[in-house]
């Protein structure tokens, strides 16, 4: 069991509708352990500030600060990172297969997310774009349906073909793959992207949602997102 003190133990910094932010909130709630989280006020830009670079220095959201009683005062970053970092911290319900093989397929679906198709479309990039990249709105969401499509066609199409696909991307039980996965539905959702045509994702996003710790890391549910 977690100590119930763990409650208290780490600081978020995060934004209601960040996905990097949404997947480690999933894994903090899969395993039961409650964090503080304090708002970085992504529209204003807060993330580029000073203060936060001090946090991460390439800006970007979430960071976790470990507060346990002789931690390193070292901010975690990397959503990926943090996500087996709290796996190591607290191995249940596992977030990662008992096997090799199994965590080598698991980690390649959800850098394939994370690593590959997330960071094409984060603000920082859609802001460059739409300034020295002299794109308009319409070229701007172009560009976001063509990525955001990308990985999640080539996604559907691993998990569609590879027998280790179960009721979630990997087995009976949500893995990070399905936590990256529901983190670029989150995204579509928020800009009204539909990607279509990848009916095996859809499947495994719904199950994903069906669960509590998913379905409490929406981000209409986090603090700052606008009243509906
Ligand atoms: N690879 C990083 C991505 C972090 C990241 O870029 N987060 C986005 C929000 S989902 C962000 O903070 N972007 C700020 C910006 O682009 O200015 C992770 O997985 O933690």
Known sequence: MNRPTDDDRFELYGF?????????????????????????????????????????????????????????PVPLTQSLAILEFLDELYPQPPLLPADAHGRARVRSIAQMLAADT??????????????????????????????LGTGLRAVEQRLAAEPGTGRFCHGDQPTIADICLASLFMVTGVLKIDVGGIPVS???????????????????????????
Request: net charge positive; aromatic share 8%.
């Open 118 to 147: 997330h960071p094409l479309i984060t603000p920082r990039v859609r802001q460059y774009l739409s300034t020295l990249g002299g794109f308009d709105a319409d070229a701007s969401r172009a560009w976001l349906v063509h990525w």
């Open 202 to 228: 859809t499947r495994i996003v719904g199950e994903c949602e069906r669960l509590p710790a998913f379905a409490a890391a929406a981000p209409a549910l986090q603090v700052g997102a606008p009243a509906l």
């Open 16 to 72: 209601w509708r960040t996905s990097a932010t949404y997947r480690v909130r999933v894994a903090f709630h899969l395993k039961g352990v409650k964090p503080r989280e304090t708002f970085v006020d992504m529209d204003g830009g807060e993330q580029n500030g000073e203060a936060y670079r001090r946090i991460n220095p390439l800006g970007g959201l979430p960071a976790l600060v470990d507060h346990g009683p002789g931690q390193p």
